[in-house]
């Protein structure tokens, strides 16, 4: 839980861990999402899902080529909105633990 906080623009007001399922409270803080730059989006996306081309060139600032450009003007909105979505942290959170689940 750590890390999603780290990465996407909620906040954890506070959660409960039982035996066998947890309760979090969550607050959306989409003024720190509103100061993210296309870069800041793209390292956060980044630290969830593995990158592709397009993400390497843009955060290695090379000169990236108009399909590198249009690629990323679709995607950075769309991750954006991602970043601010309780859904999506959620889901974050699940997989990691019945990934964990699965392993022990």
Same mark, same amino acid.
């Given at each position: 839980?750590?890390?999603?906080?780290?990465?996407?623009?909620?906040?954890?007001?506070?959660?409960?861990?039982?035996?066998?399922?947890?309760?979090?409270?969550?607050?959306?803080?989409?003024?720190?999402?509103?100061?993210?730059?296309?870069?800041?989006?793209?390292?956060?996306?980044?630290?969830?899902?593995?990158?592709?081309?397009?993400?390497?060139?843009?955060?290695?600032?090379?000169?990236?080529? /108009?399909?590198?450009?249009?690629?990323?003007?679709?995607?950075?909105?769309?991750?954006? /909105?991602?970043?601010?979505?309780?859904?999506?942290?959620?889901?974050?959170?699940? /997989?990691?633990?019945?990934?964990?689940?699965?392993?022990?």
């Amino acid at each position: 839980m750590k890390q999603l906080i780290q990465v996407f623009a909620i906040d954890v007001c506070s959660y409960a861990v039982m035996s066998n399922h947890y309760h979090v409270v969550l607050k959306l803080n989409p003024s720190s999402a509103s100061d993210l730059s296309d870069k800041d989006i793209v390292m956060r996306w980044e630290q969830l899902f593995s990158g592709n081309e397009h993400t390497r060139a843009h955060l290695s600032d090379d000169a990236l080529t /108009e399909y590198n450009k249009d690629y990323l003007a679709v995607q950075i909105p769309i991750w954006l /909105e991602r970043l601010t979505n309780i859904s999506w942290f959620m889901r974050c959170l699940n /997989e990691y633990i019945a990934r964990k689940a699965k392993t022990n």
